[in-house]
């Protein structure tokens, strides 16, 4: 029932910087665990980072410190703030709840591309 909506990416140098928006329509996200995953070229798909609902926070080691995802439950909008950004992180980036990650259903993600 609910839909999501992934903008923010784009081409952006190393050490640049980059934040993801995650718009949600429908039943909303405020009942829902949210994650962002990504993939990358030849690559399968990854979780990235998670959030529950009262907002905790978990990353993946090669982001850690370099990432921080956040969600407002009000507004229905989850986020990840990219810094430090280095070739290894280009990908398509998607926004899913963790419930329709794991049944595979997916949008359409941005596009985030790391290059010099």
């Known amino acids: 029932q609910v839909q999501l909506v992934e903008s923010g990416g784009g081409l952006v140098q190393p050490g640049g910087s980059l934040r993801l928006s995650c718009a949600a329509s429908g039943s909303g996200i405020s009942r829902s665990i949210m994650g962002w995953y990504r993939q990358a070229p030849g690559k399968q798909r990854e979780f990235v980072a998670g959030i529950t609902i009262g907002g905790t926070a978990n990353y993946i080691r090669s982001v850690e410190g370099r990432f921080t995802i956040s969600r407002d439950n009000v507004k229905n909008m989850a986020y990840l703030q990219m810094n430090s950004l280095k070739p290894e992180d280009t990908a398509i980036y998607y926004c899913?709840?963790?419930?329709?990650?794991?049944?595979?259903?997916w949008g359409q993600g941005t596009q985030v591309t790391v290059s010099s």
């Open positions: 899913n709840t963790f419930a329709r990650a794991n049944v595979g259903s």
